[in-house]
């Protein structure tokens, strides 16, 4: 694995960033963003991925919260 101190690899990581990135984009290239989503698909189907969260978030509660401001 990585050497001390530094971040373990996130599991999809790359693929996963590219099509958040590709979504973004203008003008919106949807056979880009569909080829990728599929990327992202093979990825997480030959790791195992089970369920993927953001820094921060590993214990909260996946429901959209329903508290009011």
Known sequence: MGKE????AV???QE?????NCVTQSPYDQ???L???H???DCVLAKK???FSLAGQEHQDTKPSTQKA
């Open 39 to 41: 990327s992202l698909r």
């Open 5 to 8: 101190g530094e971040p373990k």
């Open 35 to 37: 080829h990728l989503l």
């Open 16 to 20: 996963a960033l590219n099509l958040l």
């Open 11 to 13: 599991v999809c990581a």
């Open 31 to 33: 056979d880009k963003c």
């Open 49 to 51: 991925v089970k369920k």
